[in-house]
C-alpha cells in the first residue's frame, strides 16, 4: 500500500501541554498533543474503556485516561499505570510551517 502524509492540524490549535481530538475521514480519531512544543499523536480511544484520550489530562508526558485514570506514556504508547495493560497506537507527527502531519496508508 501507498503511504502518504496527511494532515492533521495547525501546530497553534493544540494547547500548550495539552490534547486535541482529530478525526480523519474514514480513520479513527487521533489525541494530538504538545508536550512543551514537541508534537505526538495516538489513537484517542483508551485500550481498556470507552474513553476518549484527548478529554483526559497530561502529567509528566504521561496521558491519563479520564474515565478510570489510568495512563499512557504519550511517547510510546505504552501503558504505565492500572488498570491499562495494552498499548495504544501511536503515530509519528511530521511539522511543515505551521501545519501538523502523519503518514497515513
Known amino acids: 500500500m501507498e503511504r502518504t502524509m496527511t494532515y492533521l492540524c495547525k501546530k497553534s ?10 478525526v480523519i475521514a474514514g480513520s479513527e480519531p487521533l489525541a494530538v498533543y504538545n508536550l512543551d ?7 484517542d480511544r483508551c485500550s481498556h474503556g470507552e474513553a476518549f484520550l484527548s478529554e483526559g ?8 485516561c479520564p474515565f478510570h485514570f489510568g495512563s ?11 488498570p491499562c495493560t495494552r498499548e495504544i497506537a501511536i503515530f509519528k507527527v511530521a511539522e511543515r510551517g505551521d501545519d501538523l502531519l502523519i503518514e497515513t496508508e
Do not use: H, S, W, Y
Request: proline content about 6%; aromatic content about 12%; glycine content about 14%.
Open 13 to 22: 490549535d493544540v494547547p500548550e501541554n495539552g490534547t486535541l481530538r482529530v
Open 37 to 43: 512544543g514537541r508534537f505526538f499523536a495516538t489513537e
Open 57 to 64: 489530562f497530561i502529567e509528566e508526558g504521561l496521558i491519563v
Open 72 to 82: 499512557f506514556d504519550i511517547r510510546t504508547g505504552k501503558p504505565v499505570g492500572a
